[in-house]
């Protein structure tokens, strides 16, 4: 079911609308072109309108928001359900400042997304209203483990049950949810937190693989979250000497690039719950 | 003639300054560092006429316009034109918005740049009216192939001659067309549209190339488009095993780095029609 | 003292906000990871006070000011300093055009950072009101050299005595001066200028490393000095053929990710005047 989501992503190279922060656009950029599709930035309200109805998608991403581009958040939303496009939100943040948690549970209530991707701490902020935040990296306190991987499960299904929006919480299990099933999945590695942007690019990727996927969106969310992870392994593997954080960006987006769906069935790591 | 245009900007390292889009400006600055110039980047309308006065040129890039970047963009290309300093206007998007279209589409009537640099469809939204365009990338029925080549470079010779700049249309084949002649360039690879930006530094080099070579500026972007496409050549052939678009991007800056004159002369490869 | 500082950075994690420009965020970003601190970035006036809040440092980088970003400057600025956070201001571009040199100046007197880093043309702008400046970068005009070096460390000095503020002045060679004390610092290779964003990437590691030793700003600040140009020797000696300026950029990130406190130790070139 994963290979046929990137085989389809391929075929068809959907186009992205992205407004997204100023800080990793150029590798959210960079991956989507890795993974088969096209990117379009933009963040102009008046500019936003026309660009989404030209796309298959939008993803929005928090993490530079200003009055400018939250105002076009909302545009380009509407905009893009009202053309029963894909809307993804990334709530980068939520939980560090009010401005964050209000504007992402805003997006969250008035624009209902079909995917909601964060860390723990993040969905947490939107689902409960709390949780704990290191700035943009998610609170140790809110990690899921092992330990409590049942509770975090039933958890995901509810939030995605409440607000019809595939559920995807990454961090060192990733969760995808939708109200019924959820994959737990083990891939990636530790060194990804050495980088900033990993999940602004994943947020990029599962849009893209949803437009191409619009039939199963929380397989297309999952398979996105196994080829991120994966290329995360891959591109941890293809260090060599002396190199560090910098290139591992470079390596991460570089095995997106490369990857085909025999890798990615064969490097999978997940479980249906 | 490439090879005299090179020299020139190493000798000067020109100060350009850009109003470009947000994905991609590091890249454009490292290329422009790469070839031997200096950028800077300023895009508040209070601050771009003191820092365009210190420049040579002004790269102007709508490919995140938004309300305040387009003040910007009138008043520095004002003041760049009052001071005699080249103006290069890359249309990123038009024909995918409205705003994009009226934009670039006003900055030609009223700026009157010296060197407009797109894709085809750009081109020709901007010339005619009309073209599609698909996102930020050319339509592929727009596409400029040996085919329609005779046309096309008399499009572009025609549209010279309207606007008083040099044309350059980039693509598989690359057209840089004043009123009287017009370079094809048949530079590059096809894995260069796997990697966003590699337009907007070219937009970037050109500049610098037009102002250290104001005597024949068509002769300068014509060299500024054959050491892009063959920095593309060189790098695609120094990736290593494993390696995808992300390194790729950075073995194209670096192979503009390295490029010498004697390469340049080597590896051009355009005809003058 | 420099090694006990970089070890202090990696146990305390500092998280640094970051109000900083577009066109090298990216890196800085991934410096400060690479150096072992945790980033922030956020530019909206209404958001920057929580942001800045659960930080411990704000490193203010003027390079892509706006009208908008100034005011954050000054809200976060002022709320950094009242929770006695550590500031840090970069006065990107300051004598080369009105605005940054106002904007600079109003931040050096209004909000009193606790470091002020700096090109000499940019730091002669702000202590005397004049020097010229080249862009972004110095002008040779105004470079620190061995035959002006005395004179050079009793300028920092009283800019810093005068101010209260660490000034470090990058450069060939570096100075980093309180009123009583000058480190002069003679790492880093000439092949750092050939990329942007290396001074941007000192700003941020600046302020993590003052962060964590709050103690000891001058030494803070003088290890991050020492880190940066000796990340540039080694990232540079890392270069293999056909290697340029932009993997140069990774290669030095990834010298940063990789330094222990042994190599600092035994690559720092410092003398205390």
Redesign the interface.
Known sequence: MLEKAMENVRKETP?VHNIT???????V??AI??CGA???????P??VS??TS??GGLNINI??????SIEAMFVAGKRAKELDHIVLLDPV?AG?????TDTATRIMNEIKPDIIRGNISEIKTLALGSGT?????ADIADSVTEGNLSDMISFAKAFSKRTNAVIAITGAIDLVADSDKCYVIRNGVLEMS????TGCQLSGIATAYAVANKDDITNAVAAAVCVMGLAGE?GFA?LKE??????L??????????MDEESLTKGAKYELR
């Open positions: 186009l922060n100023y800080v990793t656009v150029n590798d950029a960079n072109l890795a096209s990117p379009i930035m933009s963040d102009e008046q500019d026309d660009i030209i796309c993490g530079t928001l200003n009055e400018r943040g560090a400042s009010k401005l964050r935040t290191k700035g943009v990296d050495r980088i900033t942007g891959i293809n002396n190199e560090g954080n910098s290139t960006r470079n390596r991460i987006i570089d095995a997106i690039c490369n």
